[in-house]
């Protein structure tokens, strides 16, 4: 987001624990709390937080009956940022399928058989990931017509705080008193990472909607103004070819 957009201002909330896994209701609660947060702030300035483009770096699929309520419960807080003037930006997944996933799959996407209508409101983005060149979809992502665009999330520089996770298997083989190695994969003190995913596809485009918003206020719902700054971020990045 800081990359594409370098005048916005994050508002970061953390919602999963050290191994990237959430469980749903805390996940309802903290989206709802956020939700809270632009309408207070839609209501009365003064109050609340702006809230322009709101990023999703998750997703889960339906595995019983009862996942199906909480994507209703999703979809009507998601629903209710959008109706508010807040474009929603969703990863599509890194399984490789082309099963819908959730939320990136909750808007009337073409064929659909979910039930939610076209509206209005400011829209929901799901975003799947291109490759380095930009001419190929990752082969990681996930596809389907649920997934709106693709955009770069394969070998993504960007910056990292600096620590180191759990070690993975590498190769040493040292010489004359001299460490040599391969690239660890988890040691990130340097600063930087070259990561991969969907995860980071979606940010990328939230920060490139957030930054053509720019100084646009859409405190009022200005559905024009949205769209027109969705449609230039669909419009301008690259389309995979065959």
Known sequence: VRQAAPDADILSVRAAGALGVVDESTFLTALAQVVELL??????????????????????????????????????????????GCVVVCSAGNDAIDRPSFPASLWAWPGADNGI???RWAPLVSVGALNPSARSVALFSNVGPWVRLYAPGAAVVSTSPAFVGGQQAMTRADIDGLRRETIDPDDYRGGFAVWSGTSFAAPYVAGRIAALLGEVSVADVDADAVDAAVTSVVADLPSPVD
């Open 39 to 84: 309408r207070r702030h839609r209501a009365n300035p003064k109050t609340g937080h702006p809230i322009d483009v709101l990023n999703l770096s998750l997703g889960y699929y339906h595995e019983t009956p009862e996942d199906g309520l909480y994507s209703r419960t999703l979809y009507a807080l998601l629903a209710k940022a959008r109706e508010l």
């Open 117 to 119: 209508a076209r509206d």
